[in-house]
């Protein structure tokens, strides 16, 4: 059977790495992956790092689009996307997440009658001014197999129609839902043994030195001058007040909005500040020894909030909800929004706390595995 493969912003790409190591392991004879890589994200740090550095095949397909306002992004995608649907007659195609890949890849395939699969179906942060929210929603509603990481986005989809373990048989119009673990809880668990502090990328970090591990990329936060502005000033209040260092590997969309939007004021503090270090954005090898070594974390990355769980390192989640739940109901994430003094409050709770529990409850680790049997089972 042939699958494409819609990948395209950094966290879809390093989610690919789980299924195409799957299948290159265990599933070569049945499944045959078509790789098409949006382009969306493009800068080497971005995306051509982690072919390399997590061994993902190269793309078969490169649409490089590139960045651009939402419909002018996915409309290219989509065009692009049919194009080579209709050159590779797949059986299925399969997408990731919610991005504007994720998007275009699910609408482009369903629309001439591909039967998708949405890997990290069924998350809702229900806030739909989140352009990842309209993406989410609408791609599991034009699904056939939809894979949630989550008891939760299995119970969410249920609130909207689908059902868990549905006797009849597969179709389009009678999509299969299944609660499989987190394919990030595999990779985070498979390269954890590789990931190391010496590496070329982190030589700007001290690791004798306790460090709070930062990433800012949300557009509700970036783009709103009020967010932004508070979250550097609870930054440089940390690192000035309580001498807390703080690591920041950089977004470019973050980079581009700081020069644009932070007061003079807060980005002379930020210059004069030795201990907030500012860092090109790292690989995901780089990452994972970040994260490891951190005191705390400090995020409004999806994919960090859950990783930072997967390490047992406490969250202070900069935005006013969360798609992942569970880590807040465990104790071991607070939502912050981009709110001052929530941050510092978080901050001061977690410095004092030394029992937070983090039981196992993104999967075993074999999520990929998961997937690509039902694939087979069901796609024919
Ligand atoms: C996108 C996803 C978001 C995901 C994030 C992961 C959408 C709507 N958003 O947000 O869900 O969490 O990726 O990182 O799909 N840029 C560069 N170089 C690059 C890529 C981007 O300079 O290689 C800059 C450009 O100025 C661009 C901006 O970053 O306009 C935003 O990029 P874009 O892909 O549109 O959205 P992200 O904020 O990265
Ligand atoms: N990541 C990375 N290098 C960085 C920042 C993040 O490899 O400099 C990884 C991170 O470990 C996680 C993924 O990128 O696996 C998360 O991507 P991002 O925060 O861009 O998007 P989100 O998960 O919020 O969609």
Redesign the pocket.
């Known amino acids: 059977m042939k699958i494409i493969t819609i990948i395209g912003?950094?966290?879809q790409i390093i989610k690919a790495a789980a299924i195409s190591r799957a299948i290159k392991n265990k599933f070569s004879k049945e499944i045959k992956e078509v790789i098409v890589h949006t382009g969306?994200?493009?800068?080497a740090n971005?995306?051509a790092v982690f072919f390399e550095e997590l061994e993902i095949p190269k793309p078969d397909y490169n649409l490089n689009v590139g960045?651009g306002k939402?419909g002018e992004?996915t409309a290219k995608m989509l065009s692009g996307i049919e194009e080579i649907i209709e050159n590779e007659k797949p059986q299925a195609l399969l997408v990731y997440g919610?991005?504007?890949?994720t998007i275009a890849g699910s609408l482009a395939a369903a629309k001439i009658g591909v039967p998708v699969v949405h890997i990290e179906a069924g998350l809702r942060s229900y806030n739909k001014s989140m352009?990842?929210e309209l993406?989410r929603i609408s791609c599991d509603h034009m699904s056939t197999l939809l894979f949630s990481p989550t008891e939760q986005g299995v119970s969410n989809l249920q609130k909207e129609g689908f059902q868990l373990g549905n006797e009849g048989p597969y179709s389009i119009d009678n999509p299969k839902v299944y609660h499989c673990g987190d394919i990030m809880f595999d990779n985070s668990t498979y390269f954890a043994e590789k990931a190391n502090t010496d590496s070329e990328g982190l030589k700007e970090v001290d690791f004798n030195t306790p460090y709070i591990l930062t990433t800012i990329?949300r557009?509700a936060n970036t783009d709103d001058p009020i967010a932004l502005n508070n979250i550097f000033k609870a930054i440089t209040y940390l690192a000035k007040e309580k001498s807390e260092t703080i690591i920041l590997p950089l977004?470019?969309?973050t980079k581009?909005m700081m020069d644009q939007l932070l007061t003079e004021e807060l980005q002379t503090k930020l210059k004069d500040l030795p201990n907030v270090k500012i860092i090109d954005p790292v690989s995901f090898l780089e990452m994972i020894a970040l994260e490891k070594n951190a005191k705390l974390i400090l995020t409004d990355?999806?994919g960090v909030q859950k990783e930072a769980y997967f390490f047992k390192k406490p969250s202070l989640i900069l935005r006013p909800e969360t798609e992942w739940v569970e880590i807040v109901a465990q104790g071991a994430a607070i939502l912050c929004d981009a709110d001052y003094d929530r941050i510092v409050a978080a901050y001061e709770h977690f410095i004092q706390l030394d029992n937070i529990e983090f039981p196992h409850i993104f999967g075993d680790g074999m999520a990929a595995e998961f997937i690509c049997n039902e694939i087979i089972t069901h796609i024919k």
């Open positions: 912003a950094r966290p969306q994200h493009y800068d971005m995306s960045s939402h992004q919610d991005t504007n890949s352009p990842e993406n990329h557009n977004h470019p969309r581009k990355s999806g």
